[in-house]
């Protein structure tokens, strides 16, 4: 592949992470923002699943659709891709996600009496969590979560490009993750999606946000580590049907 190819797919690819974390920041944010009074912490984690998964198909051919930093981490560390196209990705992820909050942003303050300040589907814990979990609680329940998001897509995935049925896979643990976490800190796993909220929620939301970008990196990695050690590389996929004995048909 001649060097323009290169450049022109790689910025299909950035292009599609900004679009990508974009859309799902305005509609799986956007559904706790505007409609969670109406659909509950069950809707939400299917907001933030369905979404994930119709962007998967969408865009998984062409970037990963990875639309979130501690993917790309992930991905970067599993040395899928390099660190350049990692980092044009983490600046597409941001970026996107502050257009599409500054979008929910512009839709939810024509509602009035919409409280945004400090809230606006940011992530917290103590007084800003629902069930008052604290500090540590929330940095570990980040850890798990991102892990368990960062482990499934490494899985499911060959190298980088989402096909088939691994964005089902992909969005069935995403909505997982939300259903556990949304009680708990209000479900980050995802720096990006945490930042572009926070930026205009202002308050606690910034002084808290920290947190929410350490830990689920830091999950990601975890993740990278052990994913070869269930999965080798060059193994069989289907490692179960020669290491697990099978009764002698009748």
């Not at 109406?38 to 051919?61: D, R």
Request: aromatic share 8%; glycine share 10%; charged share 10%.
């Amino acid at each position: 592949m001649e060097k323009k190819e290169i450049s022109t797919v790689l910025t299909r690819a950035v292009v599609s992470e900004f679009l990508g974390t974009l859309l799902l920041v305005f509609f799986a944010v956007g559904s706790a923002v505007l409609a969670g009074e109406y659909i509950g912490t069950f809707g939400i984690a299917l907001a933030f699943g369905f979404t994930m998964v119709a962007l998967a198909y969408a865009l998984g051919p062409i970037s990963g659709c990875h639309l979130n930093p501690a993917v790309t981490l992930g991905m970067l560390l599993a040395r899928r891709i390099g660190l350049r196209t990692a980092a044009e990705y983490w600046i597409a992820q941001v970026v996107g996600a502050i257009v599409g909050s500054a979008l929910l942003f512009l839709v939810a303050r024509q509602i009035p009496g919409l409280q945004t300040h400090a809230s606006f589907g940011t992530n917290g814990w103590g007084d800003r969590s629902a069930v008052h979990l604290n500090l540590g609680g929330a940095f570990v329940a980040e850890m798990v979560m991102t892990f368990l998001l960062v482990y499934v897509w490494l899985s499911v995935t060959h190298k980088v490009a989402v096909i088939g049925f691994n964005g089902l896979a992909i969005g069935l643990a995403l909505a997982t993750v939300h259903l556990i976490g949304i009680p708990l800190d209000g479900t980050s796993v995802n720096p990006a999606r945490s930042i572009g909220p926070a930026l205009f929620a202002g308050g606690a939301a910034i002084t808290q946000l920290w947190l929410f970008i350490i830990a689920p990196l830091i999950g990601a990695a975890i993740a990278a580590v052990v994913h070869p050690i269930t999965h080798p590389p060059h193994e069989p996929v289907l490692v179960a049907d020669d290491a697990v004995p099978h009764e002698p048909a009748e």
